[in-house]
């Protein structure tokens, strides 16, 4: 049992794929004359892209995870070792996150670095900062390599200007996308780790903040809008829904194995699943549409409801059928997924500073289709690479 679930492959195939689909879709964004269902659905628009559902099923994922990652820990009784660890782990995200949000607003016109040399600087002081050590590396040139990029990331921020009217500096913009995976971790996590994983705790902090994103959107909690800037941990609940969503399912599926009723998980999903469709669909018209960009509960529904058919069938296909080798060819993007994402951020600054541009065909249509696919397995064969020669970031 034990062992069984150390390693939970479903999980590392839909976290494969959701990380492909993510380096995907972020790379097809501005590609003309594609199909639009790939991408984002614009911020007044109320409709539902591929691109839309990816970062929730992330998410999803991250809640997955935490019940499988902290069973030996609490078997072994480190509990202080494992709650340090998520206060470290969601700082570090958080952290990242915050620069990389200030990377969009970057004015190279009034600092001395232009922004692609700023941002592959930045990007490698976090591979020397969180470059996962190996237990034979002598402690002194750890020190030595983490402390070089602890000063290359104080050098950078250091020279940072931003283009927002009424700062000058380093700001608070948004999280970033790792910054909301963070807080959605650290609070979930926490969630889980105090509740000593009882399921019904789960489904309550689920439906806890289900029910705090439609009240954010139906207006009962516009009294607290002023400290919703101040007090972001709780945010309109969307992000924490699709985390903690993940993570009662996990229990679920620990309890159900457990008991050979693996057949109820699958039950229990696709009934989930289908009274989430049907709520989405029915507050659809009265909590402003299906939007992505503004966190509304249909597409908070929606989403959950399609993560849990799509782990439902990879369940059954990886867990049940053993047809884990289908995704060997992205593994890495599932087993190493932290520097499968940081990659591109030093794919793009090198590609501008080099200026060498692609032929037109893929730049648009079809081409930039392939392009964009091609773009993604590169990637994730950089990672595994990278992996190799035991190059990963660790957090």
């Known amino acids: 049992m034990s062992n069984f679930l150390s390693r939970i492959r479903s999980i590392d195939a839909f976290r494969a794929v959701t990380m492909f689909l993510m380096i995907f879709v972020n790379d097809l964004d501005g590609i003309p004359n594609t199909p639009n269902w790939l991408k984002h659905a614009g911020s007044n628009v109320d409709a539902l892209g591929l691109a839309d559902t990816i970062f929730p099923a992330f998410l999803f994922i991250v809640g997955l995870s935490i019940p499988f990652a902290f069973q030996n820990r609490l078997k072994q009784g480190d509990n202080f070792k494992l709650l340090s ?33 700023w941002e592959s600087l930045v990007t490698f002081s976090f591979f020397f900062i969180f470059l996962d050590y190996s237990k034979d590396t002598p402690p002194t040139r750890r020190y030595l390599l983490q402390g070089f990029g602890v000063l290359l990331l104080a050098g950078m921020a250091a020279l940072y200007r931003t283009s927002d009217p009424g700062h000058t500096w380093l700001h608070f913009t948004w999280w970033g996308i790792l910054g ?124 959950t409801g399609i993560s849990l058919v799509v782990y439902a069938f ?57 392009k964009c696919i091609v773009f993604a397995f590169v990637m994730v064969w950089l990672t595994g690479l990278l992996d190799k020669i035991n190059i990963r970031i660790k957090i």
């Open 180 to 303: 909301l995976i963070g807080w959605s971790y650290m609070l979930c996590a926490l969630i889980y780790y105090y509740s000593d994983g009882h399921l019904w705790v789960q489904l309550a902090a689920w439906m806890f903040f289900m029910f705090f994103n439609l009240d954010v959107h139906f207006g009962f909690l516009d009294f607290i809008d002023r400290l919703q800037g101040y007090i972001w941990i709780a945010g309109n609940g969307a992000m924490q829904s699709f985390t903690m969503a993940g993570v009662f399912i996990s229990v679920l599926y620990m309890r159900l194995k457990a008991n050979n009723e693996m057949k109820m998980l699958w039950v229990a999903m696709i009934l989930i699943a289908i009274i989430l469709f049907n709520l989405g669909f029915i507050v659809r018209y009265f909590s402003g549409g299906i939007s992505k960009e503004r966190d509304t509960p249909s597409w908070v529904l929606i989403c």
């Open 85 to 117: 660890r998520i206060v470290s782990r969601s700082f570090a995200l958080i952290f990242i996150g915050f620069f990389h949000a200030n990377m969009e607003t970057y004015n190279e016109a009034t600092t001395l670095l232009p922004k692609p040399v």
């Open 314 to 370: 990879f369940i059954f296909l990886v867990d049940v059928k053993n047809k884990y080798n289908w995704f060997k060819v992205i593994e890495p993007a599932g087993t190493n997924t932290f520097t499968c994402y940081i990659v591109p951020f030093l794919f793009y600054p090198i590609y501008e500073m080099s200026r060498i541009g692609y032929p037109e065909y893929l730049s648009q249509g079809i081409g930039g289709l392939i």
